[in-house]
């Protein structure tokens, strides 16, 4: 009696939904603001939210200056 090989499934592709990319785009990009914003993207116009992530870097251990 000859032994039968049977193939590997192979797994499904995995779907990410586009909620799922949206929520982590604008996740990084908040991260980004908070972390990194040096008033590159934020004009000075901005001061209160500019301290505000700048209190945040602080907050977060980040060094910022």
Known sequence: MAATVHPLPTPDAI????IGWLVAGV???GMYLVLQENGALL???WTTIHELFHDGRHA?????H
Request: charged residues 15%; glycine residues 14%.
């Open 43 to 45: 004009a000075e116009s």
């Open 15 to 18: 779907r990410v939904p586009l």
């Open 60 to 64: 977060f251990g980040v060094p910022c």
């Open 27 to 29: 996740g990084l990009l």
